[in-house]
T-cell receptor, first 110, second 116 residues
């Protein structure tokens, strides 16, 4: 069964808008939650990550919000740009084993 | 400041042949992970290795697949007697350590395996 559920599957946002991607997990043993960005034909690139004792983390235009009690976390991309068009994956770590969400394909229109 | 290196980047094999995928971790990293990505799907964990040790191989198929990370040289993912269903992108990642604070995994560009 999928241990990390990600939504939406795809997202279209206008340039300058906010992209929001949500993830939910079941296993409370997960101890680290990274987000990766992947362009076609490339490897995933780490964007930002958070630990469960932190409720929010911001790096540039990217913000993770983390709700431990609800076992949910989300990625907000502010001021979305066409260069942000990519597939985004959330993940959860336990013992070095990353469980990935199914991915969200984001398209930013000019 | 090289990142994770993988080779070959593309590999074509006929059914029944062997595929060997190589991964050199980032400098100073002693933990290596292999993931598989099927078309239009997310990444699936396969195996976690340290130098000369397999830490977690719970995601590895029971047959035909093996992995090693020797004391010297790159990590190798080996697939024997490949079948069409093995066609996928195989990604290697490395990290400094296995604990949550240092567990950030950096991915290589992947090897795209096509089985004819």
């Amino acid at each position: 069964q999928q241990q990390v559920k990600q939504s939406p599957q795809s997202l279209i946002v206008q340039k300058g808008g906010i992209s929001i991607i949500n993830c939910a997990y079941e296993n409370t043993a997960f101890d680290y939650f990274p987000w990766y960005q992947q362009f076609p034909g490339k490897g995933p690139a780490l964007l930002i990550a958070i630990r469960p004792d932190v409720s929010e983390k911001k790096e540039g235009r990217f913000t993770i919000s983390f709700n431990k009690s609800a076992k949910q976390f989300s990625l907000h991309i502010m001021d979305s740009q066409p260069g942000d068009s990519a597939t985004y994956f959330c993940a959860a770590n336990r013992g070095g084993k990353l469980q990935f969400g199914a991915g969200t394909q984001v398209v930013v229109t000019p | 400041n090289a990142g994770v290196m993988q080779n070959p980047r593309h590999l074509v094999r006929r059914r029944g042949q062997e595929a060997r995928l190589r991964c050199s971790p980032m400098k100073g990293h002693s933990h290596v992970y292999w993931y598989r990505q099927l078309p239009e799907e997310g990444l699936k964990f396969m195996v976690y290795l340290q130098k000369e040790n397999i830490i977690d191989e719970s995601g590895m198929p029971k047959e035909r697949f093996s992995a090693e990370f020797p004391k010297e040289g790159p990590s190798i993912l080996r697939i024997q007697q490949v079948v069409r269903g093995d066609s996928a992108a195989y990604f290697c990642a490395s990290s400094l350590a296995g604990g949550p604070d240092l567990a950030t995994q950096y991915f290589g560009p992947g090897t795209r395996l096509l089985v004819l």
